[in-house]
T-cell receptor
Framework: QKEVEQNSGPLSVPEGAIASLNCTYS??????FFWYRQYSGKSPELIMF????GDKEDGRFTAQLNKASQYVSLLIRDSQPSDSATYLC???????FGTGTRLQVFP | DTGVSQDPRHKITKRGQNVTFRCDPI?????LYWYRQTLGQGPEFLTY????????KSRLLSDRFSAERPKGSFSTLEIQRTEQGDSAMYLC?????????FGQGTRLTVV
């Protein structure tokens, strides 16, 4: 079992829709969770981090964490074509990444 | 410009040669990470440092890989006796909690 698992996609959503990206992790002791965005040919950049169970909102982005289910998700509201990228889930201070989910937002 | 600098940006080497990459983190960042990334995959953890101390090295990493961070400043990643499977992008990141900033990476091609 991989430490961090994501559906590789692509996830295709129309402009203006909500994109939902999911991630599961294996280490129950994990305390910190991160979502990074990576455009093609570029390095990853941090979108959000979450440490506590529940929801955390930042603009159009909401991170959701459920430690009991070992599940973290990212919702992107009002998706824009510029959101098209690979979204990487990372876990723990060691930053263990999943394979990433490729998101495509079409006009 | 994230402030993390990696050198060289590209490296082509023959199989069996040794290569060394350098990473200069953002100056006040005490944690530094190395990753390897291939097409369609997420960054694969290699190792990380807290100041000059190497905290962990991936079990997946063979003994051909070694990393150092003397004096807790810049870091080097060396790959000995390179193999074609080592061809990848090597990413360095430095951390001021909670955000890790990535460099532009070094693309290694082993021919």
């Amino acid at each position: 079992q991989k430490e961090v698992e994501q559906n590789s996609g692509p996830l295709s959503v129309p402009e203006g829709a909500i994109a939902s990206l999911n991630c599961t992790y294996s280490d129950r002791g994990s305390q910190s969770f991160f979502w990074y965005r990576q455009y093609s040919g570029k390095s990853p950049e941090l979108i959000m981090f979450i440490y506590s169970n529940g929801d955390k909102e930042d603009g159009r982005f909401t991170a959701q964490l459920n430690k009991a289910s070992q599940y973290v998700s990212l919702l992107i509201r009002d998706s824009q074509p510029s959101d098209s990228a690979t979204y990487l889930c990372a876990v723990t201070d060691k930053l263990i990444f999943g394979t990433g989910t490729r998101l495509q937002v079409f006009p | 410009d994230t402030g993390v600098s990696q050198d060289p940006r590209h490296k082509i080497t023959k199989r069996g040669q040794n290569v060394t990459f350098r990473c200069d983190p953002i100056s006040e960042h005490n944690r530094l990470y190395w990753y390897r990334q291939t097409l369609g995959q997420g960054p694969e953890f290699l190792t990380y440092f807290q100041n000059e101390a190497q905290l962990e090295k991936s079990r997946l990493l063979s003994d051909r890989f070694s990393a150092e961070r003397p004096k807790g400043s810049f870091s080097t990643l060396e790959i000995q006796r390179t193999e074609q499977g080592d061809s990848a992008m090597y990413l360095c990141a430095s951390n001021r909690k909670p955000e890790a900033f990535f460099g532009q990476g070094t693309r290694l091609t082993v021919v």
